[in-house]
């Protein structure tokens, strides 16, 4: 099977409703847009740990060493981690929606 490919008729989900899972968790079911049947994910595709991780290191990392390393002034160091927590933000989307299988809900 392959990722975000309905159980029923083996057509893709749409990104739409595969955005659903950022805000509200996995723990629930959504429909095809295709078939309209209810479909569950097999499991949760990246654990929540690993990305909440990722994301304070991208932020503290830089962080800590532009502001206590090179002594910049705060704005200036926000302003520099900004494209790292955008990086690490994308990645972290990028294997959610590679690593998304669904499941019949019967």
Known sequence: MK????????RKIALKRCLRYFYRGTNYATTCNHCGK?????KE???FMYCFCAGIL???VPSY???????????KAVLY?????F???????ILTFKRLFFKRTD
Do not use: G, K, M
Not at 81 to 85: C, G, I, K, N, Y
């Open 3 to 10: 990722n975000r490919e309905c159980p029923y008729c083996h």
């Open 38 to 42: 209810e479909i569950r994910l097999t």
């Open 45 to 47: 595709p990246v654990p």
């Open 58 to 60: 991208s932020a503290y």
């Open 65 to 75: 060493f532009f502001l206590y390393r090179l002594h910049w002034p705060f704005l």
């Open 81 to 85: 981690d900004l494209p790292f927590l």
């Open 87 to 93: 990086l690490c933000t994308t990645a972290c989307t």
